[in-house]
């Protein structure tokens, strides 16, 4: 079983810049897809990004492309997101997640960490 815990969210401005950090408790943490998703208010939850267990494999949805970036550090069990040129739209509860195969669905996924809130204003 694999633990997750998210942490970097917190309140910005539109233009502005967070990085979410998702760090790992559990073993053969580089045999994971990392995947992260959000839950705007209201709405349903949302693929994000996802990065294989090496790195080879990552996706974004459109939404996201070319503001965020996704990446990961095997040695030091966390994966992170970089969020540039934030929007009010990408107000949400991020939420990472650990499955055994790169997909951008998050039925795909087993271990969920417990969220952080990104709110952005105008």
């Known amino acids: 079983q694999v633990q997750l815990v998210e942490s970097g969210g917190g309140s910005v401005q539109a233009g502005g810049s967070l990085r979410l950090s998702c760090a790992a408790s559990g073993r053969a943490f580089s045999t994971y897809t990392l995947g992260w998703f959000r839950q705007p208010p209201g709405k349903e939850r949302e693929f994000v990004a996802f990065i294989s267990g090496r790195g080879g494999n990552i996706d974004y949805a459109d939404s996201v492309k070319g503001r965020f970036t996704i990446s990961r550090d095997n040695a030091k069990n966390t994966a992170y997101l970089q969020m540039n040129d934030l929007e009010p739209e990408d107000t949400a509860v991020y939420y990472c997640?650990?499955?055994?195969?790169?997909?951008?669905?998050?039925?795909?996924?087993?271990?969920w960490g417990q969220g952080t809130q990104v709110t952005v204003s105008t």
């Open positions: 997640a650990a499955g055994g195969i790169a997909r951008n669905t998050a039925r795909w996924y087993d271990y």
